[in-house]
């Protein structure tokens, strides 16, 4: 069972690229989930059987939101860096304890930025504080690339698989046999 300490708070979390670029603490993160597309197989001579199966996986671009800090200084030198580069990152996300020690994080392939802004308009006229709002691109963060096995059947295994799906011995199947009906 998990203890108070041990529980991860929304609100305490930071992005670090590449294990020593730190972007600092963030007060809004969105877009971390994954989703997949379903494909559906449906056999002619199955009935309304269905088979599933995971289809491609897609990724939310990152939105990070935080008050102008010091560390939006760090941010700009990345994307400085980033301008003239055609480098991709590794990055994580650290959702940390009130302890401030990490206990979920999340690691993001293949990051690069998609914009940055200034959310709140420079003016003197008003008292409101400088939001930054960092979005970045990746390809994932589950680690779901690996060993993958995409061999197809041989045509004796979709034999078999035929006959032991009760289609019958197709091996003495003659080309323009007239099928009795």
Partial sequence: MATF??????????????????L?????????????NLCEYRAGDAANSRL???????????????????????V???????????????GTIYLANSEQQAVVSWNLYNVMPLSW??????DASQSKVAIETLSLAHEGFLDDNQ???????TPDQ???????????????????ANIPG
């Fill in 5 to 22: 300490d041990s529980l991860a708070l929304a609100n305490r979390f930071s992005v670090v690229l590449d294990g020593d670029i730190n």
């Fill in 24 to 36: 600092g603490y963030w007060s809004s993160v969105r877009g971390l989930d994954v989703t997949w």
């Fill in 117 to 122: 802004k200034l959310e709140t308009p420079l």
């Fill in 52 to 74: 599933f199966y995971p289809g491609s996986t897609k990724y939310s671009d990152i939105q990070l939101s935080r008050a102008a800090c010091a560390d939006s200084q760090t």
């Fill in 76 to 90: 700009q030198q990345w994307l400085a860096t980033c301008s003239i580069s055609m480098q991709k990152w590794s």
């Fill in 147 to 153: 060993n993958f096995d995409s061999t197809l059947l």
């Fill in 158 to 176: 979709v034999q078999d698989s035929s006959y032991a799906q009760g289609f019958g011995d197709t091996s003495n199947a003659q080309a323009g």
